[in-house]
Protein backbone atom coordinates (compact mmCIF):
# COMPACT_ATOMS: atom_id res chain seq x y z
CA UNK A 1 0.00 0.00 0.00
CA UNK A 2 2.77 2.47 0.95
CA UNK A 3 4.51 1.54 -2.04
CA UNK A 4 1.10 2.16 -4.18
CA UNK A 5 1.05 6.00 -2.32
CA UNK A 6 4.41 6.37 -3.45
CA UNK A 7 4.21 5.68 -7.19
CA UNK A 8 0.92 7.71 -7.28
CA UNK A 9 3.05 10.43 -5.57
CA UNK A 10 5.27 10.37 -8.25
CA UNK A 11 3.50 10.35 -10.79
CA UNK A 12 1.37 12.99 -9.77
CA UNK A 13 4.45 15.08 -9.19
CA UNK A 14 5.82 14.20 -12.77
CA UNK A 15 2.47 15.15 -14.55
CA UNK A 16 1.53 17.99 -12.37
CA UNK A 17 2.74 21.00 -15.61
CA UNK A 18 -0.65 22.53 -15.65
CA UNK A 19 -1.15 23.33 -11.90
CA UNK A 20 2.63 25.18 -12.05
CA UNK A 21 2.76 26.12 -15.41
CA UNK A 22 3.08 29.46 -16.14
CA UNK A 23 -0.04 31.33 -16.26
CA UNK A 24 0.58 33.57 -18.97
CA UNK A 25 2.59 31.49 -21.43
CA UNK A 26 -0.98 31.07 -23.20
CA UNK A 27 -1.74 34.23 -23.44
CA UNK A 28 1.31 35.16 -25.24
CA UNK A 29 1.33 35.40 -29.16
CA UNK A 30 1.93 32.17 -31.02
CA UNK A 31 5.50 32.85 -32.55
CA UNK A 32 6.50 30.61 -35.47
CA UNK A 33 10.45 30.83 -36.93
CA UNK A 34 11.41 28.39 -39.84
CA UNK A 35 13.42 28.04 -43.49
CA UNK A 36 9.86 28.36 -45.37
CA UNK A 37 6.17 27.93 -45.26
CA UNK A 38 3.87 27.69 -48.00
CA UNK A 39 0.05 28.27 -47.10
CA UNK A 40 -3.22 26.56 -48.24
CA UNK A 41 -5.83 28.66 -47.61
CA UNK A 42 -8.99 27.12 -48.82
CA UNK A 43 -8.49 24.40 -46.26
CA UNK A 44 -7.03 26.93 -43.49
CA UNK A 45 -3.81 25.08 -43.44
CA UNK A 46 0.17 26.08 -43.11
CA UNK A 47 2.89 24.15 -43.61
CA UNK A 48 6.79 25.35 -42.01
CA UNK A 49 9.95 23.48 -43.19
CA UNK A 50 12.29 23.29 -41.39
CA UNK A 51 14.28 23.70 -38.92
CA UNK A 52 10.68 25.32 -37.12
CA UNK A 53 10.84 26.79 -33.83
CA UNK A 54 7.88 27.69 -32.10
CA UNK A 55 7.62 30.04 -28.98
CA UNK A 56 4.43 31.08 -26.65
CA UNK A 57 6.13 32.64 -23.58
CA UNK A 58 8.22 29.66 -22.20
CA UNK A 59 6.38 27.37 -24.23
CA UNK A 60 8.95 26.18 -26.78
CA UNK A 61 8.59 23.33 -30.00
CA UNK A 62 11.37 22.33 -32.18
CA UNK A 63 11.07 20.16 -35.20
CA UNK A 64 11.73 19.55 -38.65
CA UNK A 65 8.56 20.30 -39.82
CA UNK A 66 5.03 22.00 -38.50
CA UNK A 67 1.70 22.53 -39.99
CA UNK A 68 -0.71 24.42 -38.04
CA UNK A 69 -4.77 24.65 -39.41
CA UNK A 70 -7.93 24.43 -37.69
CA UNK A 71 -10.15 21.33 -37.96
CA UNK A 72 -13.90 23.37 -38.16
CA UNK A 73 -14.59 27.18 -38.27
CA UNK A 74 -14.09 28.34 -34.63
CA UNK A 75 -12.54 24.83 -32.85
CA UNK A 76 -8.92 26.39 -32.70
CA UNK A 77 -6.00 26.10 -33.53
CA UNK A 78 -3.76 22.92 -33.53
CA UNK A 79 -0.05 22.51 -34.24
CA UNK A 80 1.72 19.05 -35.38
CA UNK A 81 5.36 19.37 -35.33
CA UNK A 82 7.22 16.25 -36.64
CA UNK A 83 10.93 15.50 -36.21
CA UNK A 84 13.69 13.18 -35.70
CA UNK A 85 12.64 14.00 -32.39
CA UNK A 86 10.86 16.75 -32.22
CA UNK A 87 10.91 18.81 -28.99
CA UNK A 88 8.60 20.53 -26.49
CA UNK A 89 9.86 22.77 -23.26
CA UNK A 90 8.61 25.02 -20.97
CA UNK A 91 9.25 26.15 -17.73
CA UNK A 92 7.35 25.79 -14.90
CA UNK A 93 6.39 28.68 -12.36
CA UNK A 94 9.07 27.48 -9.94
CA UNK A 95 11.49 27.84 -12.47
CA UNK A 96 12.12 24.41 -13.56
CA UNK A 97 12.23 23.11 -16.69
CA UNK A 98 9.62 20.12 -17.96
CA UNK A 99 10.53 18.79 -21.52
CA UNK A 100 9.09 16.29 -23.94
CA UNK A 101 9.66 14.73 -27.27
CA UNK A 102 8.30 12.15 -30.00
CA UNK A 103 8.42 11.75 -33.91
CA UNK A 104 5.07 13.84 -33.91
CA UNK A 105 3.95 16.77 -31.14
CA UNK A 106 0.21 17.24 -31.29
CA UNK A 107 -0.84 20.40 -29.35
CA UNK A 108 -4.52 21.51 -29.53
CA UNK A 109 -4.43 25.17 -28.22
CA UNK A 110 -7.68 25.37 -27.77
CA UNK A 111 -8.34 22.17 -25.42
CA UNK A 112 -4.40 22.71 -23.81
CA UNK A 113 -3.88 18.94 -24.98
CA UNK A 114 -0.63 18.05 -25.87
CA UNK A 115 -0.19 14.15 -27.79
CA UNK A 116 3.00 12.43 -28.40
CA UNK A 117 2.96 10.19 -30.76
CA UNK A 118 6.07 7.31 -31.53
CA UNK A 119 9.09 7.25 -29.19
CA UNK A 120 7.47 9.98 -26.90
CA UNK A 121 8.71 10.88 -23.68
CA UNK A 122 7.63 13.39 -20.79
CA UNK A 123 10.06 14.69 -18.17
CA UNK A 124 10.18 16.78 -15.29
CA UNK A 125 12.21 16.79 -12.45
CA UNK A 126 14.36 13.79 -13.34
CA UNK A 127 11.11 11.51 -14.01
CA UNK A 128 9.75 10.35 -17.04
CA UNK A 129 7.49 8.73 -18.73
CA UNK A 130 8.23 6.62 -21.74
CA UNK A 131 5.77 4.77 -24.59
CA UNK A 132 4.56 5.06 -27.51
CA UNK A 133 1.88 7.57 -27.25
CA UNK A 134 1.41 10.07 -24.23
CA UNK A 135 -1.50 12.54 -24.55
CA UNK A 136 -2.14 15.00 -21.53
CA UNK A 137 -4.36 17.35 -20.78
CA UNK A 138 -2.64 20.19 -19.34
CA UNK A 139 -5.58 22.10 -18.19
CA UNK A 140 -7.10 18.85 -16.56
CA UNK A 141 -3.84 16.98 -15.60
CA UNK A 142 -4.61 14.05 -17.03
CA UNK A 143 -2.22 11.69 -18.81
CA UNK A 144 -2.37 8.89 -20.46
CA UNK A 145 0.52 6.82 -21.67
CA UNK A 146 0.01 3.76 -23.91
CA UNK A 147 2.28 1.34 -25.76
CA UNK A 148 1.97 -1.01 -28.59
CA UNK A 149 2.97 -5.02 -29.20
CA UNK A 150 6.07 -5.84 -27.19
CA UNK A 151 6.69 -2.38 -26.22
CA UNK A 152 5.53 -1.27 -22.74
CA UNK A 153 5.28 2.27 -20.85
CA UNK A 154 8.31 2.99 -18.96
CA UNK A 155 8.01 5.71 -15.47
CA UNK A 156 10.89 6.56 -14.20
CA UNK A 157 10.38 8.71 -10.63
CA UNK A 158 13.12 9.89 -9.03
CA UNK A 159 12.74 10.31 -4.69
CA UNK A 160 11.21 13.05 -3.27
CA UNK A 161 14.66 14.58 -2.20
CA UNK A 162 16.34 14.00 -5.82
CA UNK A 163 15.96 17.83 -6.70
CA UNK A 164 17.83 18.74 -3.15
CA UNK A 165 20.80 15.80 -3.69
CA UNK A 166 21.28 17.35 -7.00
CA UNK A 167 21.54 20.76 -5.80
CA UNK A 168 23.55 19.65 -2.85
CA UNK A 169 26.49 18.01 -5.29
CA UNK A 170 29.40 20.04 -5.67
CA UNK A 171 30.91 21.30 -8.83
CA UNK A 172 33.73 19.51 -10.47
CA UNK A 173 36.51 21.75 -9.45
CA UNK A 174 37.94 23.24 -13.13
CA UNK A 175 41.30 24.08 -13.16
CA UNK A 176 42.79 27.67 -13.40
CA UNK A 177 44.55 29.09 -16.02
CA UNK A 178 47.99 29.27 -15.83
CA UNK A 179 48.63 33.73 -15.59
CA UNK A 180 50.98 34.80 -18.62
Do not use: C, W
Not at 74 to 84: C, D, P, R
Not at 119 to 140: C, F, K, M, P
Amino acid sequence: MKLNSLILAGLLTLISLGAQAKDNDLLQEVKISAASQEADIKNNQIIFHGPVEVSQGSIKILADELRAFSKEKNSGKILVATGNPATYSQVMEDGRPASASAKEIRYELSSRTLTLIGDATLEQEGSQVTGTQIRYNIEQQQLIAESTGNDRVITIIQPENYQEQKQAQPEPEQPEQEKQ
